[in-house]
């Protein structure tokens, strides 16, 4: 018997994830459901690819005014900067169009360009047409999350998609969200446009997942090298528009008096975090509330044992690598179910990259924190390095950050490692093979490598192996 699984959200990373396992069984039969325009989902069109485009250039500014040995400090011509994105994100997003549309090819496969709704538990209308499905999977993405805030649906504000296809800003703006997006946006106002920007942030540190001396590396970095006016500990209260067409924020500083002020700029810009996009997807007629546990690690929901939720849309991990790796086992958990075997739980080991700072300055973590193990009483070994420790940052101009590597003190097993300094990120991939692997920290070769900016991390083994003798 031929089982049927549409699929809504097809052209996002999860969906076209799920898609890609599924079409070669040949008792599957799928409905590829996507109404984007053009499409090729949310990294490819306002996420990840385009955001790097853009701080790439804001990059190259913010190295030039920072290396005394170059003179002048160049202008970011933002018309090119967008142009740029735009035809480099055109074609990213034709070549995911067009392996969609390649698998709507096969005869078990049919690809709708329509929004998708369901009528009842597992009836969906796409378009004119309903369709009875033995299976739905939900990949519609995210979405931004506008907060609850008085007066926030009388002023104009500029989301991260926004920021992104912006040729020309004001003099000035106040950011609401200083979280993984508005770490990697903030830096661009102030660096590639030019801005004096304020930002509000609720605790006493930004990067609530790194340990404290990344929290704090990472305020002064941005207060000292991009010249940003961060607001700790303060909360947004109301916001209205001026007379003159910007914002007034009127927030409360969490100090004992609990001091109100206002702040005004030309412009507000939201960077507070996204939300599963399941609006409109008719959820009111089905079992299934999108609210926080509504899915399981399975990807399975809660209250549909035939509904399948994938990606950003679940709420769990919004991220690109996330998304695709929970698509594939999806995919597999609908064929478990269907021959009532047991699901599969998915399964990560903690592996995020913030592109603070430009890019210049990123922050990457995998596996666990040391706070983490601290509050577990867990029994380790921590080693911390400074990024000035090691020459060839101070060469290459970019001589701030440290970096961190937390080993269990029995047997020797990396558990996590934490990196605030030029080239973190792609060290993570490194790092994120030696704890999943559980390598012994001994272990790890003790020899000379190329790129040598790595050599931080040969540092981190070095100590924390000694410190284990």
Not at 66 to 87: F, N
Not at 288 to 301: C, I, K, N, P
């Amino acid at each position: 018997m031929t089982t049927h699984v549409v699929i809504i959200g097809a052209y996002g990373s999860a969906g076209v994830a799920v898609a890609q396992e599924l079409v070669d069984e040949e008792d599957v039969e799928l409905t590829l459901v996507d109404d984007g325009k053009p499409g090729g989902g949310l990294c490819i069109l306002k996420g990840c690819m385009p955001s790097k485009e853009i701080l790439s250039a804001g990059e190259h500014r913010f190295q030039a005014r920072h290396d005394h040995r170059v003179e002048g400090v160049p202008e970011v011509d933002l018309e090119s900067v967008v142009a740029t994105k735009d035809e480099h994100v055109h074609n990213f997003a034709e070549h995911r169009r067009a392996a969609v549309h390649g698998l709507a090819e096969r005869e078990n496969v049919e690809f709708r360009h329509r929004t998708a709704r369901f009528v009842d538990d597992h009836t969906v209308a796409v378009g004119d047409r309903e369709i009875e499905a033995d299976y739905v999977v939900v990949a519609t993405g995210s979405t931004v999350n506008v907060p609850d805030l008085n007066g926030i649906e009388d002023v104009d504000y500029l989301t991260s998609a926004d920021v992104l296809d912006a040729t020309e800003f004001p003099d000035s703006g106040v950011v609401m969200g200083f979280g993984y997006v508005g770490l990697e946006m903030v830096p661009y106002l102030s660096e590639a446009a030019e801005m004096d920007v304020t930002v509000i942030e609720h605790d006493d540190y930004p990067l609530d997942e790194g340990d404290e001396a990344f929290q704090k590396t990472m305020l002064d970095v941005y207060r000292e090298e991009f010249d940003v006016d961060v607001l700790t500990d303060t909360y947004e209260q109301s916001v209205e528009e001026t007379a003159d067409g910007g914002v007034r924020l009127h927030v409360k500083r969490g100090d004992s008096a609990g001091r109100r002020e206002t702040v005004e700029a030309d412009q507000l810009f939201l960077f507070t975090g996204r939300r599963p996009a399941v609006d409109g997807l008719g959820l009111e007629n089905t079992p299934l509330e999108a609210e926080r546990g509504w899915v399981s690690d399975t990807m399975q929901a809660r209250d549909d044992e035939r509904v399948f939720v994938a990606g950003d849309a679940n709420g769990q991990e919004p991220i690109l690598h996330v998304a695709k790796e929970q698509g594939f086992l999806t995919a597999e958990n609908v064929l478990r179910h269907r021959e009532g075997a047991e699901l599969k739980p998915y399964r990560n080991t903690h592996h995020h990259v913030v592109f603070s700072g430009l890019g210049v300055y990123p922050f990457a973590r995998v596996g666990a924190s040391e706070e983490v193990l601290a509050a577990e009483d867990r029994d380790y070994v921590a080693v911390t390095r400074e990024a000035s420790s090691d020459g060839v940052f101070t060469t290459k101009a970019v001589p701030r950050g440290l970096a961190k590597l937390v080993v269990d003190a029995d047997d020797g097993t990396v558990l996590g490692y934490q990196g605030l300094h030029y080239h973190a990120d792609v060290m993570a991939k490194t790092m994120q093979v030696v704890v999943e692997t559980g390598m012994d920290v001994r272990e790890i070769p003790d020899r000379a490598y190329h790129p040598t900016t790595p050599e931080i991390l040969d540092g981190l083994v070095r100590e924390a192996s000694e410190k284990l003798s």
